[in-house]
């Protein structure tokens, strides 16, 4: 096996010489930094890919930073290799999982020299990295927020161009069910906030219009009490209220009620009746084909819970959410990632249950500031491991 030594002030240099006298595909066997030098030795046969695990514990064992990583990868955007041990090897599960381990190592060994290397010469952009991890944003929301950064050398500067880039990626639609009204259903799991924020839209229709053309209608929700409830804020509020078991019957109801200018459908909790998915769709395109569907996300969603949540109804026809218990969440990066990742339109938000007060038209601008007070009340600093982590695989190591 050829092995070659080279020595620069730092990485960007090293890489530079390996790669005018080897190409892309030399692979880097270790590196390590003394005293200001940044020390890269290469190999440039297939032998030393091969042995690349024993180079590593070897080089693991010297106190090396990392480890046999192809050149090209120090210097494309993606940076894991996609396996360094040739095909042909793999076959047995054996050799399959100490690949996956292998492989693991080096997105982990590469991700913290890709976050060294950051930290040094993108100090503002590891700064923001790291207030996104404590507010909780994931982590390709991040990633493409901090493209928006245009100067990097200014943290207060490039924090507003990413807060306001931030806002500029939550989408809202203005409150035209209480202005114009038309025909909304509310969907959401089990005690996500559907009713009360029916109720939320009932009370401010009634501010604005008083009680005439509005009908709620509890649908689907077969449950001792769900049409009670329902109808109590009807008698409160002036509105009529009707129940139909099925949402399936909805069609038929509103032929029969003729023109109305606001319905509002309070649904049974989705998911909780049938496991069955095309009964679900069926329902969802009964939504659909009567007016608009909202989802109700709690904002103490944990955030892969969001996500996939919101991502589920977006594929369903929601074209709005309401981001509900906001008074009560300590973080609002998962749900407001969530809804950005389903490019779900956020239309209402509520901080409680008095009517109407609690229920407000969301407007981005107030989503954002209120995760920073969150962020800064509650956030825990993001660690280092974390960060690191988060870099795995995805990195731009020459930003
Ligand atoms: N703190 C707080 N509580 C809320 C909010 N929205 C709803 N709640 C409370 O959460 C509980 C469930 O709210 P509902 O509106 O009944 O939820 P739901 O989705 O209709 O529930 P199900 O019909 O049982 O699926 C109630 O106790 C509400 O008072 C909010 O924004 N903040
Ligand atoms: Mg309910």
Redo the contacts with the bound molecule.
Sequence with gaps: MKMQKYTAPDMRSALRKVRSEHGPDALILWTRRTAGVVELTVATDPEAVANAEILTQAARAAGADTVAIPVRSVSRPVAVPPAIIPPAVAGSAAIDSELKSLRHLLETQLAALAWNDLTRRAPVKASLMREFASLGLDRELGASLLESVTSDDELDRARQQVLTAFSGRLLTIDDRWTTRGGVLSLV??????????VAGIAARWVLRNGPNGAVLVSAG?PRFG?FEQLARLGRLLGIPTYQVEEIEALPALLTRLGEQRLVLV?T??TG?RSDDPSVEERNFATLRSIGSIAA?LPATLQATAARQIAARYARSGVTACIA?????AASLGGLLSAVISAALPLVYV????RLPD?LRPARSDELVALAVALQERHGNAADEDLLVSRLEGRLHVAS
Excluded: F, N
């Excluded at 959401?188 to 924020?197: D, E, L, T, V």
């Excluded at 509520?350 to 249950?353: A, E, F, L, R, S």
């Design positions: 959401g799991s089990p005690g996500s906030g559907k009713s009360s924020a929700d769900a309070d049974g909790a909780s109700v509900t218990r906001l008074d009560e509520t901080d409680g249950t609690d």
